[in-house]
């Protein structure tokens, strides 16, 4: 069986996905890129057999002879590399999110549409067991038509962000707005139901103080209330609230699903789930709730990966994708916009006064001439006159002795090694 030789960039989070291409039958690991020198030491210390090569530029690394590319670099960066990569004739698999602005979104469609390549969003916690087995029985029929979900992804990173950030004033997670990274939350129930947004409702954290305290000027967290086509809501939660929660909920014409949450301590996050539903609409039958924690065929060897084996399952399917199977569960571009733009423009629904947004759907031609230069973002390199605050109310003025502090944190953390590693 001919393998898919793969190269990732970003040595960090892109750990994950070497560690599959190492073990996998169907993949072969053949180059890493990761600008930082100390970060691809440590993964040339792993590199028994040297069969690697190993890069700090991503021209360079992608000349190298191979069939797809895995972007694990920063999050507002991938659109563009992830264009450069396609013209370049690789398949890519991209981490979350997938662009930064509208501009980018256009560019990115009409360079897959060009190029004819597969191109795959690595949104993993559609694949965590919970929201997994929902889209299963969901496609089945067994709760009905969708109406109303809520999706929740809380992660209180307050006492790591020195080493998410490393003191950098400059760095992204600083600086993007609060609904930006919004699709652990959305996505779930996107890839469930399969819908399309249509409009949507932003609000912003306003009492930030946690957020700042570690250099972020963004609010604290943000909120989506979100309409599909179909008229169904679902409402989003995801920042930095106190105590961490991964949850999601949906409501259909005959029942519900939802995921355990953390607090009822059956294990990892988004692992079993409980289903409640009616045999028809209207059946009002007796109550029988369904509980269990899900598992197919691939179950015990995605315990290998992380967030839940969900890290396993999106590889798996990008590359059984590149071999052709058309049914391998991939996240097309499309989709990704789905589970992207609901917060991109519940923040411009934030910045104009909490209003209803219109949410652009790119798949039609015709619509993305509108977007094809809007540059809107929190980048000043990227937006130019288009640039937006990270902070509704204004960017707090954050003193340089934060920065410096969180450095100091990181620099002591590494003990002064020069093992410093990129993250997403």
């Given at each position: 069986?001919?393998?898919?030789?793969?190269?990732?960039?970003?040595?960090?989070?892109?750990?994950?996905?070497?560690?599959?291409?190492?073990?996998?039958?169907?993949?072969?690991?053949?180059?890493?890129?990761?600008?930082?020198?100390?970060?691809?030491?440590?993964?040339?210390?792993?590199?028994?057999?040297?069969?690697?090569?190993?890069?700090?530029?991503?021209?360079?690394?992608?000349?190298?002879?191979?069939?797809?590319?895995?972007?694990?670099?920063?999050?507002?960066?991938?659109?563009?590399?992830?264009?450069?990569?396609?013209?370049?004739?690789?398949?890519?698999?991209?981490?979350?999110?997938?662009?930064?602005?509208?501009?980018?979104?256009?560019?990115?469609?009409?360079?897959?549409?060009?190029?004819?390549?597969?191109?795959?969003?690595?949104?993993?916690?559609?694949?965590?067991?919970?929201?997994?087995?929902?889209?299963?029985?969901?496609?089945?029929?067994?709760?009905?038509?969708?109406?109303?979900?809520?999706?929740?992804?809380?992660?209180?990173?307050?006492?790591?962000?020195?080493?998410?950030?490393?003191?950098?004033?400059?760095?992204?997670?600083?600086?993007?707005?609060?609904?930006?990274?919004?699709?652990?939350?959305?996505?779930?129930?996107?890839?469930?139901?399969?819908?399309?947004?249509?409009?949507?409702?932003?609000?912003?954290?306003?009492?930030?103080?946690?957020?700042?305290?570690?250099?972020?000027?963004?609010?604290?967290?943000?909120?989506?209330?979100?309409?599909?086509?179909?008229?169904?809501?679902?409402?989003?939660?995801?920042?930095?609230?106190?105590?961490?929660?991964?949850?999601?909920?949906?409501?259909?014409?005959?029942?519900?699903?939802?995921?355990?949450?953390?607090?009822?301590?059956?294990?990892?996050?988004?692992?079993?789930?409980?289903?409640?539903?009616?045999?028809?609409?209207?059946?009002?039958?007796?109550?029988?709730?369904?509980?269990?924690l899900p598992v197919n065929d691939l179950s015990e060897v995605s315990k290998q990966y992380g967030h839940g084996g969900s890290?396993?399952?999106?590889?798996?399917?990008?590359?059984?994708?590149?071999?052709?199977?058309?049914?391998?569960?991939?996240?097309?571009?499309?989709?990704?916009?789905?589970?992207?733009?609901?917060?991109?423009?519940?923040?411009?629904?934030i910045l104009a006064g909490g209003i209803t947004v219109e949410i652009p759907n790119l798949r039609n031609k015709e619509e993305?001439?509108?977007?094809?230069?809007?540059?809107?973002?929190?980048?000043?390199?990227?937006?130019?006159?288009?640039?937006?605050?990270?902070?509704?109310?204004?960017?707090?003025?954050?003193?340089?002795?934060?920065?410096?502090?969180?450095?100091?944190?990181?620099?002591?953390?590494?003990?002064?090694?020069?093992?410093?590693?990129?993250?997403?």
């Amino acid at each position: 069986m001919k393998k898919v030789r793969v190269g990732v960039i970003g040595a960090y989070r892109g750990n994950q996905m070497i560690k599959y291409c190492k073990r996998a039958e169907h993949a072969e690991l053949v180059a890493i890129c990761d600008k930082l020198e100390g970060a691809l030491a440590k993964q040339k210390e792993l590199d028994e057999e040297g069969k690697i090569t190993f890069y700090t530029d991503f021209d360079e690394f992608l000349k190298h002879d191979m069939d797809a590319v895995v972007l694990a670099n920063y999050a507002t960066e991938h659109a563009p590399f992830a264009i450069k990569a396609l013209k370049a004739g690789k398949h890519v698999y991209s981490e979350v999110l997938p662009c930064q602005t509208m501009k980018e979104a256009v560019e990115l469609i009409e360079t897959i549409e060009e190029t004819g390549l597969i191109y795959s969003y690595g949104e993993n916690y559609c694949y965590m067991a919970a929201p997994y087995e929902m889209r299963k029985l969901y496609r089945e029929g067994k709760i009905g038509e969708f109406e109303y979900g809520e999706c929740e992804y809380i992660h209180n990173c307050e006492n790591r962000w020195h080493s998410l950030t490393y003191g950098d004033k400059d760095h992204w997670r600083n600086n993007v707005y609060a609904t930006f990274y919004c699709t652990h939350s959305v996505g779930p129930i996107i890839h469930i139901t399969g819908l399309r947004p249509v409009s949507v409702v932003g609000f912003e954290g306003r009492k930030n103080e946690r957020k700042t305290s570690g250099g972020a000027k963004t609010g604290q967290f943000g909120i989506e209330m979100i309409e599909l086509e179909n008229g169904g809501i679902i409402k989003s939660i995801h920042g930095d609230l106190y105590k961490n929660s991964i949850w999601y909920s949906i409501y259909g014409s005959k029942g519900r699903m939802e995921s355990a949450r953390e607090d009822a301590k059956l294990g990892l996050p988004a692992t079993n789930i409980y289903v409640n539903a009616d045999e028809t609409p209207g059946a009002y039958g007796e109550e029988k709730i369904d509980a269990y924690l899900p598992v197919n065929d691939l179950s015990e060897v995605s315990k290998q990966y992380g967030h839940g084996g969900s890290d396993f399952y999106s590889m798996y399917n990008f590359i059984e994708k590149i071999k052709g199977d058309e049914n391998a569960d991939t996240i097309d571009i499309f989709e990704a916009l789905d589970m992207f733009l609901p917060g991109m423009f519940a923040y411009r629904s934030i910045l104009a006064g909490g209003i209803t947004v219109e949410i652009p759907n790119l798949r039609n031609k015709e619509e993305r001439d509108k977007w094809r230069n809007d540059t809107t973002c929190t980048d000043p390199k990227v937006a130019g006159d288009m640039l937006i605050p990270s902070f509704s109310l204004g960017n707090p003025d954050i003193p340089d002795a934060v920065y410096e502090k969180m450095a100091k944190m990181w620099d002591e953390e590494c003990q002064g090694e020069n093992d410093y590693v990129s993250n997403k």
